[in-house]
T-cell receptor, first 112, second 114 residues
Framework: KNEVEQSPQNLTAQEGEFITINCSYS?????LHWLQQHPGGGIVSLFM???GKKKHGRLIATINIQEKHSSLHITASHPRDSAVYIC??????????????FGKGTKLSVKP | GAGVSQSPRYKVTKRGQDVALRCDPI?????LYWYRQALGQGPEFLTY????????KSGLPNDRFSAERPEGSISTLTIQRTEQRDSAMYRC????????????FGPGTRLTVL
């Protein structure tokens, strides 16, 4: 079993829809990251959080430490949001400092 | 302010050859990470440095893989005697310091071993 699991694997939405991507993890963590990988391959950090909720524009990320679960929400989705969204965690075992464990990603396609 | 850069962006090599992949992190970033990403998969951790010290190399798949960061800035990932299974995107990232900091990713080097 992977230490970081994402769902769904693929997601197709119509422009304007509210989107939720889920991430569950099985290890103790110091932080969780949401990353966006563009169709051209570049990776951009969207959020880093260890508790509660963060919001940037139309993007919202939440984390529940007790349940080891995080969600990424996109409001009023747009075709330019089409990308792969990756959840990654900083594990806090074994003296690790900063290396990330990644989920396999969720491929989002937003249709006009 | 330049971001993380990697070179070459694409590398095609024949099985058995050695390759060296370069990463130039954001100036002033203490920590540098190497990841490998197979097609359709998320990245997987290879190794990371704080300054010039290699802190964790547990993700390197075997002893054909090595990395160095001799002056605490530019890093080189070397793969000796390449095999077809080494074909992947190799990504570098840097952060201001190791723990609990945003990582900034380079564009990656696409390695193809024929």
């Amino acid at each position: 079993k992977n230490e970081v699991e994402q769902s769904p694997q693929n997601l197709t939405a119509q422009e304007g829809e509210f989107i939720t991507i889920n991430c569950s993890y099985s290890v103790g963590i110091s932080a969780l990251h949401w990353l966006q990988q563009h169709p051209g391959g570049g990776i951009v950090s969207l959020f880093m959080l260890s508790s509660g909720k963060k919001k940037h524009g139309r993007l919202i990320a939440t984390i529940n430490i007790q349940e080891k679960h995080s969600s990424l929400h996109i409001t009023a989705s747009h075709p330019r949001d089409s990308a792969v969204y990756i959840c990654a965690v900083n594990p806090n075992y074994g003296g690790s400092q900063g290396n990330l464990i990644f989920g396999k990603g969720t491929k989002l396609s937003v249709k006009p | 302010g330049a971001g993380v850069s990697q070179s070459p962006r694409y590398k095609v090599t024949k099985r058995g050859q050695d390759v060296a992949l370069r990463c130039d992190p954001i100036s002033g970033h203490v920590s540098l990470y190497w990841y490998r990403q197979a097609l359709g998969q998320g990245p997987e951790f290879l190794t990371y440095f704080n300054y010039e010290a290699q802190q964790d190399k547990s993700g390197l798949p075997n002893d054909r893989f090595s990395a160095e960061r001799p002056e605490g800035s530019i890093s080189t990932l070397t793969i000796q005697r390449t095999e077809q299974r080494d074909s992947a995107m190799y990504r570098c990232a840097s952060s201001f310091s190791g723990s609990y900091n945003e990582q900034f990713f380079g564009p990656g080097t696409r390695l193809t071993v024929l």
